[in-house]
């Protein structure tokens, strides 16, 4: 895993700093739920392209992929979504 991370350091970076801004940025939307929920959107949004783009770059994408983003994103949407009720 290490190795993979090393070798795509700009995917990954931009990862970082993206769930970054969104923990930051959720936190300090605290009283405003319906920004949260949007920021929630978002980020599950950027997750799922960003899976997307990271794998056709590297060729390697394939249907079970494209699922399993789709899956997670969906997943912690889900979760994130229902804190903010």
Known sequence: MRREILKHKVA???LLI???FFTIS???VWPNRLM?????????VFYFVWGLTTHVKS???TQYVVMEYLAMSLLV????FLVTL
């Open 36 to 44: 949260q929920r949007v920021l929630v959107v978002g980020l599950a």
């Open 12 to 14: 990954y970076g931009s």
């Open 59 to 61: 060729k390697k994408l």
């Open 18 to 20: 993206a769930l970054l």
């Open 77 to 80: 949407g889900i979760l994130l």
């Open 26 to 28: 959720f936190f300090s």
